[in-house]
């Protein structure tokens, strides 16, 4: 049983860009999903799909074989189970300090304040930054940013979290402990679906690929047979790893 | 000059104080160095807001900083005192030199006060508290949502000025004033997609339009802290009624 199917996706942005073209898509549970292609394939566009952030125009969206629900009950059900990290942590973070922050996601699904206070410490110890609890939001460095978002998504204890461009950014090392951070999580259970422009690191790092070319999944599979297979590389406009 | 207040207010040894002790503290002073004459009872709020800004772990040089501007205004007030304008012209004012002495004093130390709240406590402490003081809670979100986009506003600003600067767009006031309206123009939409990026990743965290609630971590009032903060002021007030 498939966790997340995404079956003829269909979507433009206002003043009718077409971002997603019939796109489909299956994400199997605890699995390393990465999802490459050029500039303005769609990427980001399906991630915020697969939270409901975005309704599709066409096609349609299965949780566990059950097509999603976009009514309020509906939305805070998938979203418990899905979490999202955006690509630029200053568009999530938004209280005073880091263990509000954080805080933030377990207060909406109505746990009892001892509940909120254990996630939050178990998210915050998961990603390495507990001894920034009390740091407020706008003193962090970029890749603290990014590990307090992170956190965020994680204390609601989702078993995907998506994850856009988690690397973008940060030094060689911070990626590399980043992706170690996220390894950790994905062995407690989660399933990862991240975006990147990275292949080498998607090469190294996830067990599944999924390359985008205007709107479409245009091969999905092994990470290692896709991403050094250059005939299909060139046809998403992307070079082949260890290139 | 904001940042410097903020940074230490942020990383200060009272810090993690209670609210509840540091504003009894500083509005206590500020009463004190109200109510009785300002010799000497003013002289010793500001002895004592001074020393307690020491105890917190601000150096003595970031006070003075952060005392200079707001005491400049002080001192210019008070300059005014040591002259009258009557109809031979201006000349020194009798009692001139005691009474500027006596403003600057009163001022100062309910300056100094109050600065000891704020180099103590992050705004974001101080603005929370109103939330237990019954304001709306939209009000307190909104502040807090100002404060925390403020520095990412700020940023994005220097960010476009220096982009300017290296294509010379600085260069002459008139360029400088053309630069400077591009840039407030440009700042308006980009606050605008920051909003709607914001709202996304609140929705992605289970947020459905309410409250935004947070669990925010209250540090205890300790008695002994708050029998400190008493038995300093009773101190103040004693000497004021001794002097009086």
Same mark, same amino acid.
């Given at each position: ?16 860009v ?43 969206i ?5 097509p ?33 922050d ?21 998210a ?57 951070t ?62 | ?9 942020h ?59 707001p005491?400049g ?19 020194? @004012?009798? +009692?001139?030199?005691? *009474?500027? /002495?006596? =403003?600057?004093?009163? %001022?100062?130390?309910?300056?100094? !006060? $109050? #600065? ?6 992050? @705004?974001? +402490?101080?603005?929370? *508290?109103? /939330?237990? =003081?019954?304001?709306? %809670?939209?009000?307190?979100?909104? !502040? $807090? #949502? ?8 700020? +940023?994005t600003?220097? *960010? ?43 929705a ?41």
């Amino acid at each position: 049983m498939s966790l997340i199917r995404a079956e003829g996706l269909t979507y433009a942005y206002p003043g009718g860009v077409p971002a997603l073209d019939g796109l489909d898509l299956t994400i199997e549970q605890g699995r390393r999903l990465a999802i490459l292609g050029a500039n303005g394939a769609g990427k980001t566009t399906l991630l915020l799909h697969l939270n409901g952030t975005l309704r599709p125009a066409k096609g349609r969206i299965h949780l566990d074989d059950t097509p999603v629900a976009y009514d309020r009950a509906g939305l805070l059900a998938w979203r418990r189970r899905v979490g999202l990290v955006l690509q630029d942590a200053d568009d999530q973070l938004f209280a005073p300090s880091v263990f509000e922050d954080v805080s933030f996601g377990p207060m909406n699904l109505d746990l009892d304040e001892a509940e909120v206070r254990a996630r939050v410490e178990a998210a915050l110890a998961a990603l390495d930054i507990a001894d920034l609890a009390e740091r407020p939001t706008h003193m962090l460095s970029f890749g603290q940013k990014k590990r307090v978002a992170i956190a965020g998504a994680v204390a609601m204890r989702p078993e995907v979290l998506l994850l856009d461009e988690p690397t973008a950014g940060l030094d060689a090392r911070s990626a590399k402990r980043l992706l170690a951070t996220l390894a950790e999580l994905e062995a407690a259970g989660t399933t990862l679906v991240f975006t990147t422009h990275d292949v080498d690191m998607a090469h190294r790092f996830a067990d599944e690929a999924a390359l985008f070319h205007r709107g479409r999944v245009i091969a999905h599979g092994a990470a290692k047979a896709i991403l050094t297979d250059a005939a299909t590389m060139d046809r998403a406009g992307l070079d082949p790893a260890g290139g | 000059m904001t940042s410097t207040i903020d940074r230490i207010a942020h990383s200060n040894r009272w810090r993690s104080r209670s609210l509840v002790e540091k504003s009894a503290l500083a509005f206590g002073l500020l009463a004190v160095s109200l109510a009785f004459p300002p010799w000497p009872t003013a002289a010793g709020v500001l002895a004592v807001a001074f020393a307690a800004a020491l105890a917190a772990g601000v150096s003595p040089g970031a006070w003075v900083r952060v005392m200079a501007p707001p005491l400049g205004f002080v001192l210019t007030g008070a300059a005014t005192l040591l002259v009258s304008v009557g109809a031979d012209g201006i000349a020194l @004012a009798p +009692d001139g030199l005691s *009474a500027a /002495a006596a =403003l600057t004093l009163r %001022a100062s130390a309910a300056t100094a !006060a $109050l #600065l000891l709240l704020a180099l103590t406590t992050p @705004a974001t +402490d101080l603005v929370a *508290a109103l /939330a237990r =003081l019954k304001v709306p %809670a939209e009000i307190v979100e909104l !502040a $807090l #949502l100002v404060y925390r986009f403020l520095f990412v506003l700020a +940023d994005t600003l220097a *960010a476009m000025q220096a982009a300017q600067e290296a294509r010379l767009g600085h260069v002459g006031w008139r360029r400088r004033i053309r630069s400077s309206g591009l840039i407030a123009a440009a700042l308006l939409p980009r606050a605008m997609d920051r909003a709607r990026r914001l709202e996304t990743g609140l929705a992605a965290r289970g947020w459905s339009g309410g409250s935004l609630r947070v669990l925010t971590r209250r540090a205890p009032v300790s008695t002994a802290g708050l029998s400190a903060v008493a038995a300093t002021l009773l101190a103040l007030v004693l000497l004021g009624m001794t002097t009086r």
